[in-house]
């Protein structure tokens, strides 16, 4: 299963039972699921706005018999949003503390109450300088006013939580693949680790 976008953000929902009644699931190892629900493998995609995630994502739709395989790969995910995405609007001021709050005590109880589990996460690891030259480049509308700043914040973060691990939990192995190439030798580099990516282990692996 291709998922093309990760979650960008979590519904805000007036109580834990409203929650678990709008989730309507049922409790397996202690987590919830959605009924009748198998667990597939599930691999997420993470890096820096034009770091190359789409392409990887395309690429893996073209190879692989999407409705046969036994994973699910997606654009980022809850993690991500979280540790990426909501923490840097706090620490810049964009966010007020009352916000951050509030979705850091329901990303929490998510976390402590569904199984939203990763299995290998393919860091796609690209150079601030990288990302600025390529959203000019491809010159969508809605990223022409992104600053070289933001992209070294989101950066910034990523490399602290999934190479130096210091800041937030790590929720499953890290494949590093670095993208500062251009995309074909990008695509290469994603090729040789299809099988690796395919079937997800338990080892932190680096390239």
């Not at 995609?45 to 739709?61: D, P, V």
């Amino acid at each position: 299963m291709l998922v093309p976008r990760g979650l960008r953000m979590w519904p805000l929902l007036a109580g834990s039972r409203r929650l678990q009644q709008a989730v309507g699931s049922q409790r397996s190892a202690g987590k919830l699921l959605k009924s009748g629900a198998k667990k597939n493998a599930v691999i997420c995609i993470e890096g820096n706005i034009a770091s190359g995630k789409t392409t990887c994502l395309e690429y893996f739709a073209k190879t692989t018999n999407i409705e046969l395989s036994p994973m699910r790969m997606m654009e980022r995910s809850i993690y991500s949003a979280k540790y990426i995405f909501v923490e840097n609007l706090f620490q810049s001021g964009k966010m007020p503390e009352v916000d951050y709050a509030v979705l850091t005590e329901w990303f929490d109880w998510i976390i402590g109450n569904i199984d939203i589990s990763v299995d290998l996460i393919v860091y796609l690891q690209t150079s601030p300088e990288t990302c600025y030259r390529r959203l000019k480049t491809r010159c969508r509308e809605e990223e022409k006013t992104i600053p070289m700043e933001y992209l070294e914040a989101i950066h910034h973060l990523h490399e602290e939580w999934l190479i130096k691990q210091t800041r937030f939990p790590v929720p499953a192995p890290v494949l590093v693949i670095e993208a500062d190439n251009d995309m074909q030798k990008i695509i290469k580099k994603f090729e040789e680790n299809l099988a690796r990516i395919r079937t997800p282990c338990n080892a932190r692996h680096c390239l």
